[in-house]
C-alpha cells in the first residue's frame, strides 16, 4: 500500500459545478496535511493546509479531514477553467520526521 | 519578498558529466527538499536537509549529494549523470515543525 493514495483522474466536471478531490494515507498518526496545484510545466503551488478534523474554507476552496478514516479530501465550489491543473496531496506522515510525501496527483479538467 | 529560486530552468548535459543544480531560499527556512518529477511517479524525495551541516538521503537519493554550510543553498549534485536522471527537479524549503512548503520553479535536466 503507497503511502499517500489519490485518484489519477482525469477528473472532468462542467464549468460552475463542484469539484471533490479525495485522498487518502497510511499512517494514522499522521498531523500535517496539504493540497497543492500544478499547472503543467509550473511548479507545485499550495492551496490550503489542514491540521485539525473537520473543514476549512478559504474562498472557492474547502478542505476536510478525517484522521479517524485517514482521509483528506478538496472540494472546489464554483469551477472555473482555470482550476484545470493537477492537484497534489501532501502529508507530513508520523513516522517521516518532517519530510513530505505527496500522492501522484488528479488531473482535473474543467470543461467550458 | 521571500522566494525560492532554482537555477538553471533547463540544462543539457552529457552521460558521465558532474552536474550541480542551486537552490537558494530568502525564507529563512531550516527545512530544504529536492524533488524529482518524473511521468507516472510524481514527485519523489531526493535528499533534504533540517538545517546547516545536515543533510539526509530520500527515496532516490542514488547518483545524487547535497550539502548545506548555509541557511539558504542546498545545491544539489549528479556525481555522474546518466540517462535516467533526465527529469525536472523541484527545491523546496518549509520551515521547521510541521508547516507548510514552498517550492521553487523547477529545473527540467536532460542527459543525453
Known amino acids: 500500500q503507497k503511502e499517500v493514495e489519490q485518484n489519477s483522474g482525469p477528473l472532468s466536471v462542467p464549468e460552475g459545478a463542484i469539484a471533490s478531490l479525495n485522498c487518502t494515507y497510511s499512517d494514522r498518526g499522521s498531523q500535517s496535511f496539504f493540497w497543492y496545484r500544478q499547472y503543467s510545466g509550473k511548479s507545485p503551488e499550495l492551496i490550503m493546509s489542514?491540521?485539525?478534523?473537520g473543514d476549512k474554507e478559504d474562498g472557492r476552496f474547502t478542505a476536510q479531514l478525517n484522521k479517524a478514516s485517514q482521509y483528506v479530501s478538496l472540494l472546489i465550489r464554483d469551477s472555473q477553467p482555470s482550476d484545470s491543473a493537477t492537484y497534489l496531496c501532501?502529508?507530513?506522515?508520523?513516522?517521516?520526521?518532517?519530510?513530505?510525501?505527496f500522492g501522484p496527483g488528479t488531473r482535473l479538467s474543467v470543461l467550458p | 519578498d521571500a522566494e525560492i529560486t532554482q537555477s538553471p530552468r533547463h540544462k543539457i548535459t552529457e552521460t558521465g558529466r558532474q552536474v550541480t543544480l542551486a537552490c537558494h531560499q530568502t525564507?529563512?527556512?531550516?527545512?530544504m527538499f529536492w524533488y524529482r518529477q518524473d511521468l507516472g511517479h510524481g514527485l519523489r524525495l531526493i535528499h533534504y536537509?533540517?538545517?546547516?551541516?545536515?543533510?539526509n538521503k530520500g527515496e532516490v537519493s542514488d547518483g545524487y549529494s547535497v550539502s548545506r554550510s548555509n541557511t539558504e543553498d542546498l545545491p544539489l549534485t549528479l556525481e555522474s549523470a546518466a540517462s535516467s536522471q533526465t527529469s525536472v527537479y523541484f527545491c523546496?524549503?518549509?520551515?521547521?515543525?510541521?508547516?507548510?512548503?514552498?517550492f521553487g520553479q523547477g529545473t527540467r535536466l536532460t542527459v543525453v
Open positions: 536537509s533540517y538545517g546547516v551541516q545536515d543533510t
Open positions: 525564507w529563512n527556512h531550516n527545512n
Open positions: 523546496a524549503s518549509s520551515e521547521s515543525g510541521e508547516t507548510e512548503a514552498f
Open positions: 501532501a502529508v507530513i506522515l508520523d513516522n517521516y520526521g518532517q519530510n513530505f510525501v
Open positions: 489542514i491540521y485539525s478534523n
